[in-house]
Structures are given as structure tokens and as C-alpha cells.
């Protein structure tokens, strides 16, 4: 449930990227769930039902900072793609690597360290996270969303959840230690179903720049 409430993570830009989404429409749906997240993370610690403490004090300046550590990259990358095009592909191109290799790192660190405690977690735990993982997924059919590349970088953008967030509403819960591993479970089965996710996607987006069909962008 924290995982469900907290924001869409940066990751989910990275990902829109290896899915051949619009990236400029998944950079403006981070953004703008990172604001969202000011008052979804609070009001999600004062309503939840796991005996958990109402977010204050440091806490607070603790999950603005977060959210505006989202920002402060988005608008740098804006305002040096208006600016630097030709420097913001350079970066682009370096950055994205970078993140690739941090990504990786991060979801092998967190099943290395902590493979005895997640087998702690029953099978049912697992299944939760991953139907939570493919009902995030289906905001590839959202009506509005015209084109196919739309869809892609929405999927991407709103299955990837800012777990940073979720694990400071876990540690302030009466049983701190059982949620915030319960949270760190999630960020595996996420990351999987969402590189499952990239296979097809990846091969929509090819299919759709040989089709002879298919307009120039």
C-alpha cells in the first residue's frame, strides 16, 4: 500500500527512454507526480492503517527534500535541451549510462543484502507486488493517450514508484523494520515486471518504424 501511494520514481523516465516512449511527456508526468507526492505521502501517513505516525518535524523536510531532488534535475535537463540541445544529447547519452549502471547495481545490492529477510515474505506478498506492478502497467490503455510512444513512457512512468519515499513513511510505523523490508521486497519484483514490460514495448516501437504505414516524426 505505501508502494501504491508513494509518487512515480525517476526511474520511470529512464525506463520511458528504453521503451521508445515520449520522453518529454514522461519528464512532465514525473514532474508533475513528484508535486503530487507532497500531499499524497503526508495524507497517506495520517490515514494509514498500519498503527503509523503522522509525517512532521524533520520528517516533513525530509520528504520535500526528496521530491525537490526530483525536480532540481528536471528542470536543469529543460533548460539545457531549450538552451544546448547539442550538449544536452551529449549528457543525455552520458547520464542515461550512468543510470543504467546505478540501477542495476541498486536492485543487485538490495537482493545480496538482503536475501535472507525477503524469504521472510510469504509467496502471496510477491504475487500482491507484481499485480500491483501490471495493474500500473495498464496505463498503457488509457483512452486519452493518442500514440503509441505516449503509452509506452506512461506505463513506464507510473509503474516505477519512488520507493525512497514509501521506506520514510515505513520508518514511521510501529513496526518500522517489518515494513520498510516489506517495501524493499517490492523494488525487485517492480523492477522485473517492468524489464518483462520492455520486451514487447521495444518491439511495438520497432514494428511501428518499419511499417511502411508509418508517418515521419
Same mark, same amino acid.
Given at each position: 500500500?505505501?508502494?501504491?501511494?508513494? =509518487?512515480?520514481?525517476?526511474?520511470?523516465?529512464?525506463?520511458?527512454?528504453?521503451?521508445?516512449? *515520449?520522453?518529454?511527456?514522461?519528464?512532465?508526468?514525473?514532474?508533475?507526480?513528484?508535486?503530487?507526492? !507532497?500531499?499524497?505521502?503526508?495524507?497517506?501517513?495520517?490515514?494509514? =492503517?498500519?498503527?503509523?505516525?503522522?509525517?512532521?518535524?524533520?520528517?516533513?523536510?525530509?520528504?520535500?527534500?526528496?521530491?525537490?531532488?526530483?525536480?532540481?534535475?528536471?528542470?536543469?535537463?529543460?533548460?539545457?535541451?531549450?538552451?544546448?540541445?547539442?550538449?544536452?544529447?551529449?549528457?543525455?547519452?552520458?547520464?542515461?549510462?550512468?543510470? *543504467?549502471?546505478?540501477?542495476?547495481?541498486?536492485?543487485?545490492?538490495?537482493?545480496?543484502?538482503?536475501?535472507?529477510?525477503?524469504?521472510?515474505?510469504?509467496?502471496?506478498?510477491?504475487?500482491?507486488?507484481? !499485480?500491483?506492478?501490471?495493474?500500473?502497467?495498464?496505463?498503457?490503455?488509457?483512452?486519452?493517450? /493518442?500514440?503509441?510512444?505516449?503509452?509506452?513512457?506512461?506505463?513506464?512512468?507510473?509503474?516505477?514508484?519512488?520507493?525512497?519515499?514509501?521506506?520514510?513513511?515505513?520508518?514511521?510505523?510501529? *513496526?518500522?523494520?517489518? /515494513?520498510?523490508?516489506?517495501?524493499?521486497?517490492?523494488?525487485?519484483?517492480?523492477?522485473?515486471?517492468?524489464?518483462?514490460?520492455?520486451?514487447?514495448?521495444?518491439?511495438?516501437?520497432?514494428?511501428?518504424?518499419?511499417?511502411? *504505414?508509418?508517418?515521419?516524426?
Amino acid at each position: 500500500m505505501l508502494a501504491a501511494a508513494a =509518487p512515480g520514481g525517476g526511474t520511470g523516465t529512464l525506463l520511458a527512454y528504453h521503451a521508445r516512449g *515520449d520522453l518529454a511527456l514522461g519528464v512532465s508526468l514525473q514532474g508533475a507526480l513528484a508535486v503530487l507526492g !507532497l500531499l499524497a505521502v503526508p495524507a497517506w501517513s495520517l490515514a494509514a =492503517p498500519y498503527a503509523g505516525a503522522a509525517i512532521g518535524g524533520a520528517a516533513t523536510a525530509q520528504v520535500v527534500a526528496m521530491l525537490v531532488a526530483q525536480l532540481i534535475p528536471i528542470a536543469v535537463g529543460m533548460w539545457l535541451r531549450a538552451r544546448r540541445p547539442i550538449l544536452a544529447e551529449r549528457v543525455q547519452k552520458l547520464s542515461r549510462k550512468v543510470a *543504467d549502471v546505478l540501477l542495476v547495481t541498486m536492485t543487485v545490492y538490495i537482493l545480496a543484502t538482503t536475501a535472507t529477510q525477503l524469504a521472510t515474505i510469504p509467496a502471496i506478498g510477491y504475487a500482491t507486488f507484481a !499485480l500491483l506492478s501490471l495493474v500500473c502497467l495498464a496505463a498503457y490503455a488509457t483512452p486519452a493517450l /493518442v500514440t503509441p510512444a505516449a503509452r509506452r513512457a506512461v506505463a513506464m512512468t507510473t509503474t516505477v514508484r519512488s520507493l525512497s519515499l514509501a521506506l520514510l513513511v515505513a520508518g514511521l510505523s510501529a *513496526d518500522a523494520a517489518r /515494513v520498510s523490508l516489506t517495501v524493499l521486497a517490492y523494488a525487485p519484483v517492480m523492477y522485473a515486471v517492468a524489464a518483462l514490460a520492455l520486451i514487447p514495448l521495444r518491439k511495438s516501437a520497432l514494428l511501428e518504424r518499419t511499417s511502411p *504505414d508509418a508517418s515521419p516524426v
